[in-house]
């Protein structure tokens, strides 16, 4: 069990009447990458914010190596934080325009002053600048100067400052140009090698999240509706959301025409403010059952499958027929 | 794989970027490239000019004119044009000129120290409300409202006379006083705005995250990047204020005594204007420029410092 | 009713033999005071009925400016279009008065764009927005456009036309909008749809919805479709020919098989090696070192070549890869292309 980095039980966070988050559990293993998948509204990005602190969850608890972050304040939460940093979607807003890049990455020491000694701030600094693959050079520059793809190391370089065990990764590729994230996700890789980090990696495109996650779970209007190692979700997956999840992501083969079960589901995603009764998802499930409105059903090992799954009828389905 | 190898492989060799410049070697900030496209603005250079020479009249107007601007000699009553009074004289026999150029002081004086008065009651206000919300934006931003549903001429009326009881005083700080206390609220109302933009930036999330405290996120965050705005709102408010204190001079509730000011001149010289036309006129142009001048200032710097016009 | 078809067909230099859409070599500049970007930079395309053409590129390689330059919707200036022509049916639509060229664009060639909620006047309601096309364009009457407005929504699959008829913008999500702006795309009946990154914004389940009902409306109306993404997920599923566009010119044009069976052009063959895939696990992603260049500042010969490992000395020096024309319906813009096909 000290092998488990980050832990949440029963989070949930209400907003008003949103319920964004409602009654997830997550466990992250040291070196481990699980990724988070699902739609809009489903949650994940609330759930981001949860894990690093932006949000205070309404109920439940966040366990950080084994501490209560839930409930800690000033010094405490500060000192607390620096084992858990997050990687933002956008780099055009997440760096200060008016800072330098040596500052911005710089600004985790000035905040936690006794972690480096100022003398070797500047260096420290460019030591990040060096390991995210940018030159040490541009410490002067400011991010305008730099392209998407470079902004997004300058923030990863900041989430790494401190030494963080875990970094919380939200749609980190999501607005890069499709050659330039393999140059980040690369990247995060050859860092969780390097550096023996466990991610959080939060995306909506499932092809990324399949290729540096060890473990997935798939997220549905607030809940994980399922969750196990990739080649359980992605190959046998259980859950008919999951389901009709993979076989709505194109796959950039055009040999597999017509050999995909493809299933379309009707409508759009309920409001999290009004979430169906019983199953969340049986007002689109095509295999829903009149208990189905009844149950909420949850997330457990099932009769037919090897992995937790919330669905009364969990069933694998191989989607390349 | 080694971590050399590791590294090497998602290095970005030193290959052309997004170039934009020549000069794309030199480190540049915003301030940086606003000051390179307001260098090419011929607005900019034509309103600092015209501002730089306005300061210069107000702080050293022997520079302009030897002539003394009291001496005056009813003989002269509203002659035309002679010597060195390029302008002529007014109904008491005083150079317009003299007066017009001296006169840059009192009206710039009060211009300024206004605004700076306005400015901090804005900004606090302005940030308050931006920064904290909630409860506390709430009562700010009804104060400004308050305030800015109080009509301006009838609280500078109130306001005036309650703060010139020394009959000695020239009024200027009444003035000042007054003018600064009433005209704050669009700049509150701007900072306001500006604060809520900027405190929902992903850059202070991240730096919240990092564990940064509400003085760290004001100074190094939230204000640098909310302030722009502001401060072509106060140099506009600059221009305003000018205009004001001619305004209010001119309705006999300004300067008083034998001080000098534009409005006071424009306030003299209305019942006069049949007659001579030049009392009026100059100190008015004068007036008029200056005004135009701050405010295409504020224009010029307020555009070349929007990083969404690049 | 105005017989607009009938007006439509006959004018003068159209030609019933004609490719639906021909693209030839287009020339858009953008003047702007950094310099002049080649946005579009020598680009020929061509359409057939009931074909889709995907344009495939990354941001800034010119494949939405090559699409506005169709319509004729570029803000002009800073954008110039400086050389090239748009044939449709064998009318240059580039030299068409206004007035023509704002008939076609209505009746003949329609566009969707990413955003549906910044392309739909929000201050009317949608049958509004529909039933004005109907009014202006058909002459109909009130009621009539009202009834063919229904009719619309009901064919993308709005549930409850009737009642959502009278809805504003905002207040359809965002899979529901797409397809309202689908149906306003198609009211008049266009020959050629074009869609800029329709779906990009979109969930991939709602994704899935959209391209389903665009490849219906296609077949249902034997229309033409140009799809400008970036996805080569969503192409290798609808289109049936690619043209892969970089740097303002089309790099590689061949049928979707060929294309990701065997690219013939360095670009094409690094992208397909940079896109992690749902189907497999584990592969490395090869990276394209670098970045695309500023369209002011253009390398000399080949664009990709400083990025490109097979570039040799030809590549650096001008002028620019000729279209080779490798193979009916083929073509590629590199010397080496034998080398990147492995023949």
Request: hydrophobic share 45%; aromatic share 6%.
């Amino acid at each position: 069990m000290t092998d488990v980095v980050l832990e949440t039980k029963g989070l949930v966070k209400h907003f008003k009447a949103v319920q964004a988050v409602d009654g997830v559990d997550v466990k992250l293993r040291r070196g481990e990458t699980l990724g988070i998948v699902g739609e809009s509204g489903c949650g994940k990005s609330t759930l981001a914010k949860l894990l690093v602190g932006l949000e205070k969850p309404t109920a439940g608890s966040i366990m950080v190596r084994g501490q209560e972050m839930t409930g800690l304040r000033g010094g405490d939460l500060r000192r607390a934080r620096r084992h858990i940093q997050m990687v933002m979607q956008d780099p055009y807003t997440s760096l200060n325009p008016r800072m330098t890049v040596g500052d911005i990455i710089g600004e985790p020491y000035e905040i936690h002053s006794d972690v480096v000694p100022r003398a070797n701030r500047a260096r420290a600094v460019q030591e990040l600048l060096e390991i995210v693959g940018l030159s040490p050079d541009h410490i002067n520059r400011y991010p305008h100067q730099f392209s998407g793809g470079q902004r997004q190391r300058i923030g990863i370089a900041r989430a790494l400052a401190l030494r963080p065990e875990i970094i919380v990764c939200d749609e980190p590729v999501s607005a890069l140009d499709v050659s330039i994230q393999a140059q980040v996700i690369n990247l995060l890789e050859s860092l969780q090698r390097e550096f023996g980090l466990s991610y959080i990696f939060i995306a909506h495109d499932l092809s990324v999240v399949r290729h540096i996650s060890n473990r997935v779970a798939v997220m549905y209007l607030g809940r994980i509706v399922e969750t196990g190692v990739d080649s359980q979700i992605y190959e046998r997956p259980t859950h008919p959301y999951t389901q009709a999840l993979l076989s709505a992501v194109p796959v950039p083969d055009p040999r597999l025409r017509g050999h995909r079960r493809q299933i379309v589901l009707e409508g759009d995603v309920p409001s999290p403010a009004d979430p169906p009764s019983g199953c969340r998802f049986h007002t689109r499930c095509f295999m829903a059952q009149p208990r189905c409105a009844e149950q909420d059903p949850i997330l457990a090992i099932r009769e037919r499958s090897d992995h937790p799954s919330a669905c009364h009828y969990a069933e694998p389905r191989y989607l390349m027929a | 794989m080694s971590e050399s190898q590791a590294r090497s492989m998602v290095t970005e060799p030193g290959l052309p970027g997004p170039a934009r410049h020549a000069d794309r070697g030199r480190t540049r900030s915003l301030a940086g490239d606003a000051w390179r496209d307001l260098r090419r603005n011929p607005i900019f250079w034509i309103a600092a000019v015209l501002v730089v020479v306005v300061l210069v009249m107000a702080a050293f107007p022997a520079l302009f004119t030897a002539a003394d601007p009291k001496s005056c000699a009813l003989s002269n009553k509203h002659l035309g044009a002679s010597g060195s009074a390029i302008f002529g004289y007014d109904f008491q026999g005083c150079d317009v000129y003299a007066r017009t150029i001296y006169g840059a002081r009192n009206s710039i004086e009060v211009g300024v120290f206004a605004t700076l008065i306005s400015g901090i009651i804005g900004l606090a206000f302005g940030l308050g409300a931006g920064y904290f919300g909630g409860w506390v934006d709430a009562v700010l931003s009804r104060v400004i409202d308050i305030v800015l549903g109080i009509p301006f001429l009838l609280a500078a009326i109130v306001l005036a006379k309650r703060l010139s009881h020394d009959p000695e005083s020239n009024g200027v700080l009444a003035v000042t006083i007054t003018l600064g206390v009433l005209g704050w609220t669009t700049a509150a109302r701007v900072m306001r705005s500006s604060v809520i933009a900027a405190k929902t930036q992903d850059y202070v999330a991240a730096a919240r995250m990092l564990g940064a405290g509400p003085a760290r996120l004001m100074m190094r965050h939230i204000l640098p990047n909310s302030v722009a705005s502001f401060i072509v709102v106060l140099t506009i408010l600059l221009g305003t204020n000018i205009a004001g204190e001619a305004t209010l001079s001119f309705l006999g509730i300004g300067l008083k005594g034998d001080a000098i000011s534009w409005g006071i001149a424009i306030n003299e010289a209305g019942p006069y204007v049949r007659t001579a036309a030049g009392p009026l006129v100059w100190p008015s142009v004068f007036l008029a420029v200056t005004v135009l001048a701050f405010i295409m200032l504020g224009d010029a710097i307020r555009d070349a410092f929007d990083p969404k016009l690049r | 009713m105005t017989d607009i078809h009938a007006e439509l067909d006959a004018i003068p230099g159209t030609d019933p033999y004609a490719p639906l859409l021909q693209v030839n070599d287009l020339h858009v500049e953008f003047r702007t005071r950094d310099g002049v970007a080649r946005a579009v930079n020598g680009v020929n395309l061509y359409l057939r009925p009931a074909e889709t053409l995907a344009i495939l590129g990354e941001s800034g390689c010119g494949k939405s400016v090559t699409a506005q330059a169709i319509m004729g919707i570029l803000d002009t200036p800073p954008a110039h279009v400086t050389r090239g022509e748009v044939r449709y049916r064998g009318v240059d639509l580039l030299r068409l008065p206004e007035r023509e060229r704002r008939k076609v664009r209505a009746n003949r060639i329609a566009m969707i764009f990413q955003d549906a909620l910044s392309a739909l006047n929000p201050v009317y309601s949608v049958g509004f927005q529909i039933g004005e096309l109907f009014r202006v364009h058909r002459g109909m009457s009130r009621a009539d456009a009202k009834r063919r407005s229904i009719e619309l929504l009901d064919q993308v699959r709005i549930p409850a036309a009737k009642d959502r008829i009278g809805d504003y913008p905002h207040q359809f999500s965002g899979g529901m909008r797409q397809r309202v702006m689908i149906a306003m795309a198609l009211a008049l009946d266009p020959e050629v749809l074009i869609a800029d990154e329709p779906t990009t914004a979109l969930d991939v389940t709602v994704q899935a919805q959209i391209m389903g009902l665009l490849r219906e409306l296609q077949h249902q109306r034997n229309m033409g479709l140009i799809l400008i993404t970036h996805d080569m997920g969503v192409v290798a599923d609808v289109a049936d020919r690619i043209s892969v566009m970089y740097a303002g010119k089309v790099v590689e044009e061949a049928p979707v098989y060929d294309i990701y069976g065997r690219p013939a052009h360095p670009y094409t063959k690094a992208l397909l090696e940079s896109i992690p895939r749902l189907d497999f696990k584990g592969q490395q992603l090869n990276v394209i070192r670098g970045l695309p260049p500023a369209l002011t500042d253009v390398p000399r010969g080949c664009a990709f070549n400083p990025r490109c490992g097979y570039a040799k000395e030809p590549c650096r020096r001008d002028p620019a890869p000729p279209a080779y024309n490798i193979a009916p319906g083929r073509t590629v813009r590199c010397h080496f292309w034998n080398e990147v096909a492995g023949v």
